[in-house]
């Protein structure tokens, strides 16, 4: 309890005014300071970052002779942690080359219950430096740490084991057919969850006996590079997993090589739609994961503490930086200002700050250029006439910090409710009818996420089956498992990563 609440009570005392004796007359708990804890920082003296990273290719660790240096900063203190290189199309294509070669002599010709050692043997290197891997996610991309340790690690490494567990068995995946795997595949990673999507793409891929060129995103390469040496200490044979680190022309660069069998993208809607007319008229398969803007649908009858446990975890987990966020809540009427009064006090009560403190809820936004983009939306909000509530915690003096937002008295055709703004801030409209919800919620040009609240089952099965979306989830949110297919509608983008559809995308069935 802060010195403030106590102060409170004991003045209350001393003055000879009796303690309330009513359990509602005190209600009115004052959020902002009510809850205080005491710094507890996971401790960083451990990790030995290198000053300068290099691109992973053909088993080795090589210092690129042309191109310049990035630098990667921590968004937290905006500090520079590292440098890397920035990958030229000769990087890339000696990349693809030592993929290729790797293919064709070593990864291509294992059976699939070698390669499974192989990827077991990761998954499990990847829990023996799951608190390194963690506390490098939370500094070089600023989600918290009780994130990073909680979630990502651990679903990365279950990614592996889950596929792991595939590779001798898929003539049991596609019965009375062949799976014949493609090569090399080229994989484009984003920066929201760095390590879990490199899971997603290069554990499947691995599984089906592809081998890969993976470029992680410019402002958190680090964890990739840590991968890279866990596939070195693995034994991999070289060139199954390559590292090319860059912007988005050395992503170009793995999409226009025409030695590259297919491409897997996680990333923008607008660097997504430039992919696949790049890849128009060639025979290369792809894979794209776009963007987001997730219908979060409250029914009258929906528990409401449960509830605003899930809207909280929807929007503000890893600082909204998720592509199937519930970034629009359409909450039936009847109970919207109570639901959105027990909203506001719980979003008092998150703590934002430190990414490598373990009581912090939400952490530092990604970049400069990200926070810039999430603070340009919450002016188009205000100037679209929208009422903006942010919650009333202190943030840190340094670094690229947003208060969890929420916007009420929105419409339909706001560019907050119908655009990503990839960042913690929630709209809220809300809705008579089911169909009116269901109206509500399909009006965007994404379909990749949404969630339904309700106590009816059968409303649930009705609701979610009208929702164009490639996964509804219903009295939760953001639950992710590697057996679990995952991907969009429309805009959102096509194919499936995850579970035994995930599989598809990597083979070719004779
Ligand atoms: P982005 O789509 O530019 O970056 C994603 C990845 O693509 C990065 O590795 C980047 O280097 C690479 N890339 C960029 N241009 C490329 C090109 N022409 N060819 C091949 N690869 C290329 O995303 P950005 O600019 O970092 O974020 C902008 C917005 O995109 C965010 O505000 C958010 O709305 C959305 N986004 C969505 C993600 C998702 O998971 N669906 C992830 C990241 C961003
Ligand atoms: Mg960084």
């Known amino acids: 309890?802060?010195?403030?609440?106590?102060?409170?009570?004991?003045?209350?005392?001393?003055?000879?005014?009796?303690?309330?004796?009513?359990?509602?007359?005190?209600l009115k708990l004052d959020f902002s300071s009510f809850w205080d804890y005491s710094a507890a920082p996971e401790s960083s003296d451990f990790i030995d970052l290198k000053k300068e990273y290099h691109h992973y290719i053909g088993g080795k660790f090589v210092k690129p002779k042309k191109g310049r240096m990035m630098k990667t900063v921590n968004p937290a203190t905006e500090e520079v942690i590292a440098e890397f290189a920035e990958g030229t199309s000769e990087d890339v294509n000696n990349a693809v080359k030592a993929a290729r070669k790797a293919y064709d002599k070593t990864w291509?010709?294992?059976?699939?219950?070698?390669?499974?050692?192989?990827?077991?043997?990761?998954?499990?290197?990847i829990q023996e430096r799951s608190r390194e891997l963690a506390i490098v996610e939370s500094m070089d991309g600023g989600k918290p740490i009780r994130e990073s340790r909680d979630v990502d690690v651990p679903l990365a490494a279950a990614h592996f084991f889950y596929y792991a567990g595939w590779a001798d068995k898929l003539d049991y995946a596609f019965p009375g057919r062949k799976a014949k795997p493609l090569g090399v595949c080229g994989q484009i990673i984003p920066w929201n969850f760095p390590l879990l999507m490199l899971a997603w793409k290069i554990a499947p891929a691995l599984a089906t006996g592809n081998t890969v060129v993976l470029k992680p995103a410019e402002t958190t390469p680090l964890t990739a590079l840590?991968?890279?040496?866990?596939?070195?200490?693995?034994?991999?044979?070289?060139?199954?997993?390559?590292?090319?680190?860059?912007?988005g022309l050395t992503g170009a660069s793995i999409v226009d090589h025409p030695d590259v069998n297919k491409i897997a993208f996680t990333g923008s809607t607008e660097v997504g739609k430039i992919i696949q007319k790049a890849l128009a008229g060639t025979d290369k398969?792809?894979?794209?994961?776009?963007?987001?803007?997730?219908?979060?649908?409250?029914?009258?009858?929906?528990?409401?503490?449960?509830?605003?446990?899930?809207?909280?975890?929807?929007?503000?987990?890893?600082?909204?930086?998720?592509?199937?966020?519930?970034?629009?809540?359409?909450?039936?009427?009847?109970?919207?200002?109570?639901?959105?009064?027990?909203?506001?006090?719980?979003?008092?009560?998150?703590?934002?700050?430190?990414?490598?403190?373990?009581?912090?809820?939400?952490?530092?936004?990604?970049?400069?250029?990200?926070?810039?983009?999430?603070n340009e939306y919450l002016e188009?909000?205000?100037?679209?006439?929208?009422?903006?509530?942010?919650?009333?915690?202190?943030?840190?003096?340094?670094?690229?910090?947003?208060?969890?937002?929420?916007f009420t008295d929105v419409g339909q055709?706001?560019?907050?409710?119908?655009?990503?703004?990839?960042?913690?801030?929630?709209?809220?409209?809300?809705?008579?009818?089911?169909?009116?919800?269901?109206?509500?919620?399909?009006?965007?040009?994404?379909?990749?996420?949404?969630?339904?609240?309700?106590?009816?089952?059968?409303?649930?099965?009705?609701?979610?089956?009208?929702?164009?979306?490639?996964?509804?989830?219903?009295?939760?949110?953001?639950?992710?498992?590697p057996t679990s297919p995952f991907g969009g509608y429309k805009e959102s983008g096509v194919g499936r990563e995850g579970g035994l559809q995930g599989l598809y995308p990597y083979v070719n069935l004779d």
Request: with cysteine; proline share 5%.
């Open 285 to 374: 398969k792809f894979t794209l994961e776009l963007g987001g803007k997730g219908p979060n649908i409250v029914f009258e009858d929906a528990p409401l503490d449960q509830t605003v446990e899930g809207i909280i975890n929807a929007i503000f987990f890893n600082q909204g930086h998720v592509c199937c966020a519930g970034s629009r809540l359409l909450v039936q009427e009847g109970i919207a200002d109570r639901l959105i009064s027990k909203l506001k006090d719980r979003m008092d009560t998150l703590m934002v700050g430190d990414p490598l403190d373990k009581n912090t809820d939400v952490g530092a936004i990604n970049s400069k250029a990200q926070f810039q983009k999430i």
């Open 226 to 247: 840590i991968f890279a040496e866990i596939c070195n200490d693995a034994g991999l044979p070289d060139g199954v997993v390559n590292i090319v680190t860059g912007a």
């Open 1 to 26: 309890m802060s010195k403030k609440t106590q102060e409170k009570e004991s003045g209350s005392e001393t003055n000879g005014s009796p303690k309330p004796t009513s359990p509602n007359a005190d």
């Open 108 to 125: 291509g010709k294992l059976n699939g219950r070698e390669r499974g050692k192989y990827i077991f043997r990761l998954a499990r290197m």
């Open 413 to 481: 055709s706001n560019r907050i409710v119908q655009e990503e703004i990839f960042g913690p801030v929630l709209t809220i409209q809300t809705f008579r009818t089911p169909a009116e919800a269901v109206d509500k919620a399909n009006n965007t040009p994404y379909g990749l996420a949404g969630g339904v609240w309700t106590d009816k089952g059968s409303k649930i099965f009705k609701i979610s089956q009208k929702m164009q979306s490639g996964v509804v989830w219903a009295n939760t949110y953001n639950k992710f498992d």
């Open 380 to 406: 188009i909000g205000v100037k679209e006439g929208a009422s903006m509530y942010q919650s009333n915690g202190s943030l840190p003096q340094k670094g690229y910090f947003c208060r969890p937002t929420i």
